[in-house]
């Protein structure tokens, strides 16, 4: 089944339906944790740390770490579900293995995931742009194209948080996944501090993870200030998804039918 | 579709790496009867259901079920089966009446029709009361109860169902069998694994002796102890089996010793107790009993069948 045209198979969509329904019943745990612990964060560091430093003619810390933190919100809203809930649903919990005891096939099962995780991160996106232009730190209703580049980011962590989550043999090696390599790209990713200071190599690992287009395309969208290079933010995460969304589909296959 | 198979297959094997799960087994499964796999742990029951009800493919041989090639016709096969595995069958995350309603969705049932449904496989299972409950807070018996109605929410042509009753108490047991027979009764065709011989006795017109990845008989209980087992077993312990051997004489048709007890077939218990008698042997632990499947199982494999 081609991975892509597996988005528009109907079980992808019932797949979402039951992701849905299990997350209704903690939706307000969900939700208040992923949004109060970036904000503490935000509010931390921006009120904190911007007493001390000021940005040559950009504005207050807080205005810069705005964009970033709702980006780095939508990220992990997406990336800790794919991780933790995928591999739960492909072993203890055997939500899969019921799955495909019903006519649905592995890569359809992705898709729903793909889905889902693309909510979940389009979702609490759109919490935290709620409060932060609450407190006055937007100026354009252009803000709201954020959402779809949110969906795309959170698409775009899900497929490697859940390829993890389908290949690990203990939950433990997901810890790993984390510390090593989603937490480092993180951090050179502009959320925290523009690059611009630092040495070039930083540069050209900033472009190379997905956090850093999708910062950059929320902090023009936030300015009310897009240009030709947003676009291209938002094509590097398209080009992304499409060249490493088979990659959870293979695995999932291989699990589930040998 | 071919008539009356319902289940056909020819010399199915399957290999995982150097393991031979499944050796090449034959069998036919008609429609509206109740088939059993009957087998010790290991035996490859789970591996044959498995590729029965498209899970993994085989190694080689034909599979066909309900008519269509299991390596070519996955998702039609699987969308008229029903399907109780071992394990891990139900959504903890879901409500009991969530659970019912996703699965069917999958069917392309519509939301309209499948609540009916999901009513009448609950009110079947005896659990009405529970659609709201989440599956954690239900019983073992409970559970198993709920995986079998969510078998039966698509209304399956055939009902797979993986050791049904293993782990479950006496009285959950009865409960699930009394659901089976009743379904069997409806006219619904049932494929079911088990290492319990009362349940294989009690459940199934036909049953297949499994071992080691092969299937060692295949008939009716009342067939099978007809040509494995003579009518009648003395069970004796802490005697001299080559002494009671030779005590028998030509009564005795078969002999098989599991520790310290001595299985002596016979076609009549009366007659042979009667010769060791006459022969001087004194009886201290015994039991006389006609033979059962169990004694079938033993003699077939040379293992007992208990846990
Ligand atoms: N996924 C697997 N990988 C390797 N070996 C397996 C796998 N599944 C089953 N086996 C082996 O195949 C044999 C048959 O197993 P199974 O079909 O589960 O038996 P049963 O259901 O009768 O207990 C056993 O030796 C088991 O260890
Ligand atoms: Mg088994």
């Known amino acids: 089944m081609n991975p892509l045209l597996a988005f528009l198979r109907p079980n992808a969509w019932r797949v979402f339906h039951r992701n849905l329904l299990a997350w209704k019943t903690f939706a307000w745990s969900s939700i208040t944790i992923n949004i109060i612990e970036p904000l503490v964060y935000f509010v931390a560091f921006g009120y904190g740390f911007g007493a001390y430093f000021s940005f040559g003619g950009q504005g207050s810390l807080l205005q810069y770490l705005g964009p970033g933190m709702l980006a780095l919100t939508a990220v992990n809203a997406a990336t800790f579900d794919a991780a933790w809930g995928g591999y739960e649903r492909l072993t203890t919990n055997g939500v899969y293995e019921s799955m495909v005891t019903a006519p649905v096939e592995p890569e359809e099962i992705a898709a729903g995931e793909y889905l889902w995780q693309a909510f979940r991160a389009t979702l609490y996106g759109a919490i935290f742009l709620v409060v932060i232009a609450a407190l006055g730190l937007v100026h354009s209703w252009l803000a709201l194209l954020c959402l779809p580049v949110l969906a795309l980011t959170g698409l775009l962590f899900a497929i490697p948080a859940l390829y993890v989550a389908f290949i690990v043999k203990t939950p433990e090696h997901l810890f790993y996944y984390f510390a090593l390599l989603v937490t480092p790209l993180v951090m050179f990713a502009g959320v925290f501090f523009p690059l611009d200071r630092l040495p070039r190599w930083t540069q050209y690992v900033a472009w190379a993870t997905p956090l850093y287009h999708a910062v950059s395309a929320c902090r023009a969208l936030i300015a009310g200030t897009p240009s030709l290079s947003t676009l291209r933010e938002v094509g590097w995460l398209a080009l992304a998804i499409v060249l490493v969304v088979w990659l959870p589909q293979r695995v999932l296959r291989r699990r589930l039918s040998g | ?307």
């Open chain 2, 1 to 307: 579709m071919s008539g009356e198979e319902i289940v056909e297959a020819t010399e199915l094997k399957k290999d995982y790496g150097t393991v031979h799960a499944v050796r090449g087994i034959n069998f036919h499964i008609r429609r509206q009867e109740c088939f059993g796999f009957l087998g010790v742990n290991g035996a490859g029951k789970t591996t044959t259901m498995k590729m029965v009800y498209c899970r993994i493919g085989a190694t080689s041989g034909k599979l066909r079920v309900v008519g269509l090639d299991a390596a070519s016709h996955s998702a039609e096969i699987r969308r008229r089966l029903g399907v109780v595995t071992q394990a891990n069958a139900l959504d903890p995350e879901l409500s009991v009446l969530e659970n019912l309603l996703t699965y069917a969705s999958f069917f392309d049932i519509p939301a309209s029709r499948s609540r009916a449904k999901a009513d009448g496989a609950l009110a079947l299972l005896n659990l009405s009361g529970r659609t709201g409950d989440r599956v954690r807070e239900l019983s073992g018996g409970m559970q198993r109860r709920l995986v079998i109605a969510k078998a039966l929410v698509t209304d399956p042509e055939l009902l797979i169902l993986d050791e049904p009753t293993t782990g479950l108490d006496p009285q959950a047991r009865l409960l699930v069998w009394e659901t089976l027979a009743a379904l069997k009764r409806s006219g619904l065709t049932i494929v079911l694994t088990t290492h319990y011989m009362d349940e294989a006795a009690r459940l199934c017109d036909r049953i297949a002796i499994m071992d080691e990845g092969r299937i060692f008989a295949l008939g009716t209980p009342a067939e099978l102890i007809a040509a494995y087992a003579a009518p009648d077993v003395l069970e004796v312990s802490g005697a001299d089996g080559e002494a009671l051997a030779a005590a028998a004489g030509s009564l005795l048709v078969r002999r098989e010793r599991l520790g310290e007890t001595d299985y002596l077939y016979t076609r009549d218990n009366g007659a042979l107790l009667h010769a060791l008698a006459v022969h001087g042997i004194e009886l201290q632990r015994h039991v006389a009993r006609p033979a059962t499947l169990e004694d079938v199982f033993l003699n077939i494999t040379g293992r007992e069948l208990r846990d």
